[in-house]
């Protein structure tokens, strides 16, 4: 099986104790190596010094005397942001630990300091992803690690014919503008010219090795249908994303209705899905275009019920997810490890 996802910086980690990913200079290095924060032609004497500075040592620490020494106000805010980044980085024991603390109370989850600068989305779906490439790292299957996406990248849904499609929003949006041709496809557009149809493959079990030669193009569809293949290879990215973080092992199930009269506990796989089930759950009345778009259901359940809270032990825990109004799809995978009803642990 070839290696996937090089560009999630898988490589230039270590895993430690139950795979969790210790965190190590070459990882902290490469945040200082992203285009926001590389000095360009017009950059001073001082950010140029502090850019080689910060490879040398990725843990140096940085003062806000020196930031304000920097002559672009534009660096000196990318660098508070990634600053803060590391720091949180650097303050983690592993990877999983880091992400953990960005979704717990203030007074736990935050960086020493009490430091308020806020994560970038991109930066917690980074560590979502580099995580689960640790999590995928025996997967052979290649409807798993494309189903592993949705943890970490929008998708764009379309339901055609009872068929649940999910694409990768940003490739959707770059054929939408550009017909996939980048920016000679843009001119094409502007200039009202007819474009060649892109036709993106649909991952199949019988295709499913399709994958693998283009893990990092994003351009594979998942159908996501009731029972089929491509809603298996999600539970089970789930399950295992549970297992790797909280060393529990649960069983996730998709189903068509909620018939259950205890229901006690549900979690919402996006902010969607966290609505509509509190709504149901609720008994407010949902409307028939809201629920056309609630995309699965699911049943999960722990193998040892004594790891649950005592007063609901034993009972499943219901999942949903749901796309909104215009179609898209991002999952809030921290919600199936800081949500569930589990025991205290000692």
């Not at 980085?89 to 953990?100: D, Q, V």
């Not at 592993?148 to 503008?177: C, P, S």
């Not at 699965?296 to 004594?306: G, Q, T, Y």
């Amino acid at each position: 099986m070839p290696d996937f996802w090089t560009d999630s910086g898988y490589r230039l980690l270590e895993p430690g104790p139950q795979g969790h990913l210790a965190v190590g200079d070459d990882f902290l290095r490469a945040y200082f190596l992203r285009p926001e924060l590389r000095p360009v032609e017009e950059s001073c004497a001082a950010e140029r010094a502090l850019h080689a500075a910060l490879l040398a040592n990725p843990r140096e620490a940085v003062s806000e005397a020196r930031l304000a020494g920097l002559a672009d106000s534009d660096a000196r805010d990318n660098y508070r942001v990634v600053l803060a980044f590391r720091d949180r980085l650097a303050a983690a024991s592993t990877l999983e630990e880091c992400y953990l603390r960005l979704f717990l109370p203030a007074d736990e989850g935050d960086a020493p300091g009490g430091d308020a600068i806020p994560v970038p989305p991109l930066f917690i779906d980074q560590l979502a992803h580099v995580i689960l490439r640790a999590v995928l790292e025996d997967c052979e299957d290649g409807l798993r690690a494309r189903a592993g996406e949705l943890l970490f990248r929008e998708q764009k849904v379309t339901i055609n014919d009872g068929h649940v499609m999910a694409a990768d929003a940003e490739t959707v949006e770059m054929h939408a503008t550009s017909g996939g041709f980048g920016s000679l496809g843009r001119l094409i557009v502007e200039a009202q010219a007819p474009l060649r149809t892109v036709q993106l493959d649909v991952l199949d079990e019988t295709n499913a090795a399709l994958y693998w030669t283009r893990d990092q193009r994003y351009d594979t569809v998942l159908n996501l249908n009731f029972a089929g293949a491509g809603l298996d290879a999600l539970c089970r990215v789930l399950e295992a994303w549970v297992g790797h973080f909280l060393d529990l092992s649960v069983s996730i199930q998709p189903v068509q209705t909620i018939a259950d009269e205890k229901w006690v506990w549900h979690v919402g796989l996006d902010a969607e899905g966290s609505a509509l089930l509190n709504d149901l759950y609720n008994g407010v009345e949902v409307g028939e275009a809201r629920l056309a778009r609630l995309l699965a259901l699911f049943r999960l359940e722990f193998a040892d019920p004594s790891v649950m809270a005592a007063d609901i032990a034993g009972r499943p825990v219901y999942l949903a997810m749901a796309m909104t109004p215009d179609g898209s799809l991002r999952l809030k995978p921290q919600n199936l490890l800081v949500n569930l009803p589990l025991a205290e642990r000692a």
